[in-house]
């Protein structure tokens, strides 16, 4: 079955950029339906959606962060990455990759989730 | 933007009990593209229910979902110790997608 891993730095300094990456096994990455999405949980918080991202490299991102997000795939490799530029200690929380099912519109399939913490 | 309000904040309740969570959205969502998930401490949430009453893969059927137009229902018809956790509504009608502030169903 698919599963999905998320990976990061941990630690961010403020100001700097965020990368994420997410790997995907058991299935493909490249689906004509599906979509990779990123969303996120501040500490003692809900989940925002932050965006996603189709085979095609068509994206879809969340008006209040679209102009610091970046998304991309690598089929090759089969991972998805996110980077998020200019943070601060607002953007310090738990982010998940998850599967965004073409069939159901909803996420499906999560991964475990990379805590990344911003601060000086 | 949709904004999915969630009440009670906190459920207290006994194992065997009833559940009745609700979601109340800012403006109607379109084909009830409304989804509900669980979230344990440590864990990503799991999808429960889309489409406001259909049953992901695997769920147990005490778990149910209705609703239409702005107002959503979760219930769990009787609650078994493992259901004790945060449910979170999602609206995937309209962008942005957006989530409800949660309810903490906790032992009572």
């Known amino acids: 079955q698919v599963q999905l891993q998320e990976s990061g730095p941990g630690l961010a300094e403020p100001s700097e950029t965020l990368s994420l990456t997410c790997t995907v096994s058991?299935?493909?990455?490249?689906?004509?339906?599906?979509?990779w999405s990123w969303i996120r949980q501040p500490p003692g918080k809900g989940l925002e959606w932050i965006g996603y991202?189709?085979?095609?490299?068509?994206?879809n991102q969340n008006p209040s962060l679209k102009s610091r997000v970046t998304m991309s795939l690598d089929t090759s490799r089969n991972k998805l990455s996110l980077r998020l530029s200019s943070v601060t200690a607002a953007d310090t929380a738990v982010y998940y990759c998850?599967?965004?099912?073409?069939?159901?519109?909803?996420?499906?399939?999560w991964g475990q989730g990379t805590k990344v913490t911003v601060s000086s | 933007e949709i904004v999915l309000t969630q009440s009670p904040g906190t459920l207290s309740l006994s194992p065997g009990e009833r559940a009745t969570l609700s979601c109340r959205a800012s403006?109607?969502?379109?084909?009830?593209?409304l989804a509900w998930y669980q979230q344990k401490p440590g864990q990503a949430p799991r999808l429960l229910i889309y489409?406001?009453?259909s049953r992901a893969t695997g769920i147990p059927d005490r778990f149910s979902g209705s609703g239409s137009g702005t107002d959503f229902t979760l219930t769990i018809s009787r609650l078994e110790p493992e259901d004790f956790a945060v449910f979170y509504c999602?609206?995937?009608?309209?962008?942005?997608?957006?989530f409800g502030g949660g309810t903490k169903v906790e032992i009572k």
């Open positions: 998850a599967r965004k099912s073409g069939a159901l519109g909803v996420f499906d399939i």
């Open positions: 058991g299935g493909s990455i490249s689906s004509r339906s599906d979509s």
């Open positions: 991202i189709y085979d095609s490299g068509n994206t």
């Open positions: 403006q109607s969502i379109s084909s009830g593209y």
């Open positions: 489409g406001a009453s």
């Open positions: 999602q609206q995937y009608g309209i962008s942005p997608l957006t």
